[in-house]
Antibody
Framework: QVQLVQSGAEVKKPGASVKVSCKTS????????MHWVRQAPGQGLEWMGW????????NYAQNFQGRVTMTRDTSISTAYMELSGLRSDDTAVYYC????????????????WGQGTLVTVSS | EIVLTQSPGTLSLSPGERATLSCRAS???????LAWYQQKPGQAPRLLIY???SRATGIPDRFSGSGSGTDFTLTITRLEPGDFAVYYC????????FGQGTRLEIK
């Protein structure tokens, strides 16, 4: 079955960077876009961007332009999201979520999702 | 950016009742790229509906989606205890956005 397993919780100081991994299994990694979404405590969902694992092309949400970098390692079917210049309001659970529907066809939403990685930014 | 506004913010119902959740978009959602997700505390969101009205794999037919353009609805019939959660709508076009969520709570 398709699985997305994320790296563990992180505690970072303001101004630092964090890199979250999303290891995939059960499908062809290079066939499906990977999205990243975050959720601040008690808040809603915020889309951060996507990466095309086949080409490495990315598309970042305007709110994160210049601070986020999404990469991938096709040899281990893993996607990464790095956020720099961390602030206290970056404290959130970060999710990877696979595009439902092969990249050659129509998108069918986001499915499945990783279990989430809590990133806490505190001095 | 397409802004999605969900209503109501909180919906209080009893098991066995019918829930109707609304999602309104600030501009037309292309090709009905509209999805609904369920999120329970401490869990990742789960895809329920895509393409405005198609159920995802394994989702019971008590869940149904409808609408087009700027107005969309998620209907849950015969509420079960496990249905009480937060529900988000999402448009998954070029730059996806989410609604702020509707909390479905037990009355």
């Amino acid at each position: 079955q398709v699985q997305l397993v994320q790296s563990g919780a992180e505690v970072k100081k303001p101004g630092a960077s964090v890199k979250v991994s999303c290891k995939t299994s059960g499908y062809t990694f290079t066939g499906y876009y990977m999205h990243w979404v975050r959720q601040a405590p008690g808040q809603g969902l915020e889309w951060m961007g996507w990466i095309n694992p086949k080409s490495g092309d990315t598309n970042y949400a305007q709110n994160f332009q210049g601070r986020v970098t999404m990469t991938r390692d096709t040899s281990i079917s893993t996607a990464y999201m790095e956020l720099s210049g961390l602030r206290s309001d970056d404290t959130a659970v970060y999710y990877c979520a696979r595009r439902a529907g092969h990249m050659t066809g129509r998108s069918l939403g986001f499915d499945p999702w990783g279990q989430g990685t809590l990133v806490t930014v505190s001095s | 950016e397409i802004v999605l506004t969900q209503s109501p913010g909180t919906l209080s119902l009893s098991p066995g009742e019918r829930a109707t959740l609304s999602c309104r978009a600030s501009q037309s959602v292309s090709a009905s790229y509209l999805a609904w997700y369920q999120q329970k505390p401490g869990q990742a969101p789960r895809l329920l509906i895509y393409g405005a009205s198609s159920r995802a794999t394994g989702i019971p037919d008590r869940f149904s989606g409808s609408g087009s353009g700027t107005d969309f609805t998620l209907t849950i019939t015969r509420l079960e205890p496990g249905d009480f959660a937060v529900y988000y709508c999402q448009q998954y076009g070029t730059s996806p956005t989410f609604g702020q969520g509707t909390r479905l709570e037990i009355k």
